[in-house]
């Protein structure tokens, strides 16, 4: 009988099967190789397509194709893969989204609007080596969750209180872009008595108000990433809820205030956030966002070289914010099994397919630049992290121009928006942070691209770009 096997045996034998809930599957966690992987990244990062043509690369991983860096793999010790996903209560719409890839013409899924699951089960035979001790073939687990981006930003909110995010908030509108396209709303605010009754129709009239304003600052030209409260914009199951009924007061607050009668305005909004604290985003968090062993960390870089500055340092506050929610440190045995801790990082720029080959440096040099502070806290903690620009799904081929005598590289695909064939020159990215008049300028016009039709048949090396190197990275360790 195999170690594994053994323990598991021993665990029945001892009673382990009566233990609470919480320590069986510390226990178990323990016992076979289980990991769960998190996918972190704001809202169209490119979440949902990673995660979707990860499942599909790793479910044809025995075949060891499509996946030349993922060692495993490519030596040919994966004997069978499996998705589980059907085991969950809320399976991740695979299929759906491959057929969605496969159409003719494929198109990109649509925004994630709920919380969904996918386990696959990767069977391999171990390395030569002490390993092989523990038996000759062994099974992975491979845990991943889908949810829309803009919930991940309500998760820093579990350590404030009402007064403390209202602070945080009136410091982000006292700024630029959002001083100016909330210059209504602040008005708005100004002539409010936050002390006077008010009524369930104020209440939810506001909130509405100040959702509209959300929206529109996540709009083009302005593009902002730090947009709370998230499920303002994604609602899920909370479509016209009350617990949505409430937003931030950004003016300053009279001195008297702890003295607001229960049904002025302030106590509401109060009361309103501490509900949605607790009753959204609290089981949010506990449910699918405390055990993770692995993280990546999905960037769109391109799409603040496009937006410009505002959107850049917008977008680097939200990264960083976001990244405090999460649990970084080394797993000795016990932590593994009771609280794990994620021990490595990718931050990853996506749609790396969108510059041409001889500019995936510059983009890991640019990521780098992006999240460096927060790189460092990971490191201070001794979690391994790197920077790597990839795409999931690639969805343009190398294209030669002749200009000048000259040959330059081009891409060639379909745009998005309105699926014209095009061949273009995107242009460099930079491995310094543009100067404010090169933000302003024209100088970056990265264009979306359509997806390329995806195979029914097996997937190859070239319908990716360094997928590969992530899975190696993220997984390469546990295949022992
Ligand atoms: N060219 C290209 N575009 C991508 C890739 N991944 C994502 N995208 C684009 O980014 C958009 C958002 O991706 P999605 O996975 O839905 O983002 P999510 O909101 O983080 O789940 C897609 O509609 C595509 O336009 C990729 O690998 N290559
Ligand atoms: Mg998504």
């Given at each position: 009988m195999s170690l594994p096997k053994r323990l598991r045996t021993l665990a029945r034998k001892s009673?382990?099967?009566?233990?609470?809930a919480q320590i069986r599957t510390g226990v178990e966690r323990g016992l076979e190789q289980r990991v769960k992987l998190a996918i972190t990244g704001l809202s169209r990062s490119g979440k949902t397509v990673f995660i979707s043509t990860l499942a599909r690369h790793l479910l044809q991983s025995d075949q060891g194709q499509s996946l030349p860096f993922f060692a495993a793999s490519a030596e040919g010790r994966i004997i069978g893969a499996r998705d589980l996903s059907q085991q969950s209560e809320r399976p991740f719409p695979l299929q759906t989204?491959?057929?969605?890839?496969?159409?003719?013409?494929?198109?990109?899924?649509?925004?994630?609007?709920?919380?969904?699951?996918?386990?696959?089960?990767?069977?391999?035979?171990?390395?030569?080596?002490?390993?092989?001790?523990?038996?000759?073939?062994?099974?992975?687990?491979v845990d991943l969750i889908d949810y829309p981006g803009e919930w991940l930003l309500d998760l820093p909110l579990l350590q404030l209180s009402f007064e403390q995010w209202c602070q945080q908030q009136q410091a982000l509108f006292a700024a630029e872009p959002r001083a100016q396209v909330a210059a209504e709303w602040l008005a708005r605010q100004h002539a409010i008595d936050w002390l006077a009754p008010a009524s369930d129709e104020q209440q939810a009239r506001l909130s509405e108000a100040f959702r509209a304003l959300l929206q529109q600052l996540r709009k083009s030209p302005h593009s902002l990433s730090l947009l709370q409260?998230?499920?303002?914009?994604?609602?899920?199951?909370?479509?016209?809820?009350?617990?949505?009924?409430?937003?931030?007061i950004i003016v300053p607050l009279p001195e008297n205030m702890d003295q607001a009668a229960t049904d002025s305005l302030y106590r509401r909004l109060q009361q309103a956030y501490e509900a949605?604290?607790?009753?959204?985003?609290?089981?949010?968090?506990?449910?699918?966002?405390?055990?993770?062993?692995?993280?990546i960390v999905l960037v769109d870089c391109l799409k603040t070289l496009n937006q410009g500055e505002a959107c850049f340092n917008d977008m680097q506050q939200a990264l960083n914010?976001?990244?405090?929610?999460?649990h970084y440190g080394r797993n000795g045995l016990l932590r593994r099994l009771f609280r794990p801790?994620?021990?490595?990082?990718?931050?990853?720029?996506?749609?790396?397919?969108?510059?041409?080959?001889?500019?995936?440096?510059?983009?890991?040099?640019?990521?780098?630049?992006?999240?460096?502070?927060?790189?460092?806290?990971?490191?201070?903690?001794?979690?391994?992290?790197?920077?790597?620009?990839?795409?999931?799904?690639?969805?343009?081929?190398?294209?030669?121009?002749?200009?000048?005598?000259?040959?330059?590289?081009?891409?060639?695909?379909?745009r998005k928006d309105n699926g014209e064939e095009i061949a273009l020159f995107p242009g460099e990215v930079p491995v310094e942070l543009p100067r404010a008049e090169d933000w302003n300028s024209d100088r970056f016009r990265f264009v979306d691209f359509a997806p390329r039709p995806l195979p029914a048949g097996p997937l190859r090396p070239e319908h990716h770009i360094?997928?590969?190197?992530?899975?190696?990275?993220?997984?390469?360790d546990l295949f022992r």
């Open positions: 009673g382990l099967n009566t233990l609470p989204t491959l057929a969605g890839l496969q159409a003719s013409p494929p198109h990109w899924p649509a925004s994630t609007e709920q919380l969904s699951e996918i386990r696959l089960a990767l069977r391999y035979r171990r390395a030569p080596g002490l390993s092989r001790a523990l038996g000759e073939y062994s099974t992975l687990y409260p998230g499920r303002l914009l994604m609602p899920g199951d909370l479509k016209d809820s009350p617990l949505l009924n409430l937003f931030p949605y604290r607790d009753q959204v985003i609290r089981p949010f968090y506990e449910d699918h966002f405390r055990h993770f062993d692995r993280q914010t976001l990244l405090h929610s999460f801790r994620i021990n490595r990082v990718l931050f990853a720029a996506t749609k790396a397919d969108h510059v041409t080959a001889n500019q995936h440096h510059n983009l890991d040099r640019f990521l780098q630049l992006m999240v460096e502070s927060a790189q460092r806290e990971i490191r201070f903690e001794q979690v391994d992290t790197r920077c790597l620009a990839l795409a999931s799904l690639r969805a343009t081929t190398a294209a030669e121009a002749r200009m000048d005598g000259q040959h330059l590289s081009c891409l060639h695909g379909h360094r997928l590969d190197q992530a899975v190696e990275y993220l997984l390469g």
